[in-house]
């Protein structure tokens, strides 16, 4: 591993100076501190912690609530706290913003501000430091995104397959045999994991596997006013969706072109969010143990931090049934395929 | 969670009885420890561990070597243990064997040898306790093998469709358009998910996706005899095999058959056992860090022992490129696709 005089011999500096543009001292030149600090991250140098000094971890937060405990993202945060702190790290919450990714690479702004790990919620396949992370030597943790081959970065999350496969059995079993699905836009890795489990489950169950019953779009009134129509002509009888809140857009539009849910079509989301339960009818959808994704992110991270880099840690999914799901319409053939 | 009373309560025995059957005492006959391990695995009781007393973990072996440093198994077990006795967990090796298994459920075995959790390697979905996976509720590690929905089973293992993306990118960066598949039998999990892989990465790579270039069976001499000419027919220039010792007979077929590897055809194998090193030429192949999956198989069991069920943990694959991968022959149409 580098250290500080080979940054400073790379650079033709003191040793001295290294310190300071490390540690943040004040009378080191912006234009100093950012060469010591991309050598530093080219040479692979990572701080020592000094005895006694408190080892610090970041929560990054993109596209995401998390501040009242009925946000998505509150439980996730609080228990990476609740087994970060007692292992005596110190966690940041940092929301993020383009302007500061842009100013520094990740590894370089880790390096720093100090800390020895990150877990990432919620950002996007765009977000500026994703290339970064293919590359990157700081423990990363990423909820719901995954990088190929890097040992630094690990992917925390369900296992949508098991939670597809779940509901598609479910629907089977209730009779059900033209199943849709509506979604995100693929330019997120979670919608793109569940789109693919989709089809994986309508294979694994033996139904017709037709792309016709599906839609995606970034775009919500897309999904309702494109694709939704095509998916009744063809006579879906229930309908996945890739999140509960466009599971609940797609409810309340199906109220208003005269169906009634369960009676005449079936509608599961994904997540579990709070809402699900005061909807009219509830909303059956596919639950996230998010206190414990939590837990399983400071797992990883620790993981890595002793030299076992795990490329995926998945959490059980569970399907929570409630008045949004019920037996296929007996009108219809049951057994179109 | 249930008590020693209520195993005595439900079965109008003694709690002396129920204690004694539980700990194996002489003076209790066989057919009251059974019906006492039979109530007490229904009710859902443990055993809690008097002070002083070590835990012990199970390690099931089938279909694998593991007995010298140079086994497949050896250094999965060796990594087990490294981090379950210093955690103060004494462990057993125990091979498998379907008499045994067919005596008791799993969990009567678990609780009867006073087993706190298990690692299984090697398993067939075929065997006799993989029903009893499904309801399970000893904490429980499968290598290479996965259960849908219940909490106490996890899965450990690398990422196949990581492994396989690598593979197949390189091949064709290496100019590579026509790639096939042989592999086993697909009553094994793992190989399931690697024929599964192969698709995704061929698919993810915008290369023809075409079932004629791929062949599976239980017997290698179907493979050579059955599916390789037609392989060979269909233009192939490299062919990835599930597993390393049916790379290496592919290797040695094509060599009798006249072809020059990697001049004419390219060979991958998977797993990266000692053997790869030796062939001719050595074998390229998708290594599984063996260490650190038995680190991680502790890891999911002391998890699930902490409420924290992981379904699945995946390590990273890691391409081992040697002599039997090169670049396509100039001689066939790089782009047929």
Not at 125 to 130: G, H, N, R, T, V
Not at 250 to 279: A, K, Q, W
């Amino acid at each position: 591993m580098a250290t500080m005089d080979d940054i400073a011999r790379q650079l033709g500096v003191t040793k001295g100076t290294v310190s300071k543009a490390l540690s943040g001292a004040a009378d080191v030149s912006e234009t100093t501190r950012k060469a010591v600090l991309e050598t530093a991250v080219e040479l692979g140098y990572s701080r020592i912690s000094r005895a006694g000094e408190k080892k610090q971890l970041c929560v990054f937060v993109e596209n995401m609530a998390y501040q009242q405990p009925e946000d998505f993202g509150w439980e996730l945060i609080t228990g990476f706290r609740k087994m970060a702190e007692p292992a005596d790290y110190s966690v940041e919450v940092v929301p993020l913003d383009v302007p500061m990714q842009k100013a520094a690479r990740y590894d370089e702004y880790m390096l720093r501000n100090n800390y020895t790990g990150a877990f990432f919620l919620g950002i996007p396949l765009s977000d500026p430091w994703m290339q970064d992370f293919k590359t990157c030597r700081t423990p990363t943790v990423l909820y719901d995104n995954w990088i190929k081959s890097n040992p630094s970065v690990t992917h925390v999350g369900i296992n949508n397959d098991e939670g597809m496969e779940l509901i598609v059995s479910r629907l089977k079993e209730l009779g059900h045999r033209r199943i849709g699905y509506l979604g995100g836009a693929l330019g997120a890795f979670v919608y793109q994991e569940r789109y693919k489990a989709f089809f994986h489950a309508i294979r694994q169950n033996q139904l017709e596997d037709d792309r016709a019953l599906t839609g995606v779009s970034y775009y919500t009134s897309e999904c309702l006013e494109r694709h939704l129509p095509r998916l009744l002509k063809h006579g879906c009888t229930a309908i996945i969706c890739s999140h509960d809140l466009l599971a609940h857009s797609v409810m309340v539009h199906c109220g208003e072109l005269g169906l009634n849910i369960p009676r005449d079509l079936s509608i599961v989301g994904f997540d579990d969010i709070p809402l699900c339960r005061y909807t009219t009818p509830p909303l059956s959808s596919v639950r996230q143990d998010r206190s414990n994704l939590g837990k399983s992110a400071f797992f990883a991270l620790s993981s890595q931090l002793n030299q076992v880099p795990i490329s995926s840690l998945q959490l059980h999914a569970e399907l929570i049934q409630r008045g949004s799901m019920g037996p296929a319409p007996a009108g219809r053939p049951a057994d179109a395929t």
